[in-house]
């Protein structure tokens, strides 16, 4: 699988749109880009994922650049309860590869 | 509809015990997947199962750690012996069908402490 970069930590004030990027330069054409949180004490939690196109759902929306290098998620309005460790992740089908592959994620502080 | 259920949700046990630990994946769900979390890491990969496949078991530390999973419905992770290092959350992930395009949805984990 692709490894992705993202920043260690942000802070977004209350009710904010919070963006946070993630770089994965070495993408292949098959990988699909994911991107779950872990609140404190809990499972992950899926929140979008994507391949080519820009993706909305109920909790966020997901913006892939048209290379494919690079996304960012957002969640347009962010609650103190979004505050949480979030995981940018790509996934290809390749024999063996069955697992996703959490990084360091990006700790995302909502600040009232 | 019902999430992926893990029990016991906390277990406390003394090195050299063997555990058992419990995940029923959501229904319909062909997919099954083991990791484990250690304190402020990321998630370690241990075992996966796809329908009557052979399981990928690449990712078990070491012989201790094993898994079964009953047709396509519950599985159980054993760690034999265990060790302190063992201690961590275990969790269990499904999805309907293997590959890249299919979301896995995780379990709440279980919390293991060896003492």
């Known amino acids: 699988d692709a490894k992705t970069t993202q920043p260690t930590s942000m802070d977004c004030a209350e009710g904010r749109a919070a963006n946070l990027p993630c770089n994965h330069s070495?993408?292949?054409?098959?990988?699909?880009v994911y991107w779950y949180r872990q609140i404190h004490s809990q499972g992950p939690q899926y929140i979008i994922h994507?391949?080519?196109n820009n993706e909305t759902n109920e909790m966020a929306s997901l913006i892939i650049t048209e290379d494919r290098k690079s996304s960012t998620l957002i969640l347009p309005h962010a609650t103190l309860r979004d505050t949480a460790v979030y995981y940018c992740?790509?996934?290809?089908?390749?024999?063996?590869?069955?697992?996703?592959?959490f990084g360091t994620g990006t700790r995302l502080t909502v600040i009232p | 509809g019902a999430g992926v259920s893990q029990s016991p949700s906390n277990k406390v046990t003394e090195k050299g015990k063997d555990v058992e630990l419990r995940c029923d994946p959501i229904?319909?769900?062909?997919?099954l997947y083991w990791y484990r979390q250690r304190l402020g890491q990321g998630l370690e990969f241990l075992i996966y199962f796809q329908g009557n496949s052979a399981p990928d078991k690449s990712g078990l530390p070491s012989d201790r750690f094993s898994a079964e999973r009953t047709g396509e419905s519950v599985s159980t992770l054993t760690i034999q012996r265990t060790q302190q290092e063992d201690s961590a959350v275990y969790l269990c992930a499904s999805s309907f069908g293997g590959g890249s395009g299919k979301t896995q949805y995780f379990g709440p984990g279980t919390r293991l402490l060896v003492l």
């Open positions: 070495t993408i292949s054409g098959n990988e699909y």
């Open positions: 229904s319909g769900h062909t997919a």
């Open positions: 992740i790509v996934r290809g089908d390749q024999t063996g590869a069955n697992n996703l592959f």
């Open positions: 994507g391949l080519k």
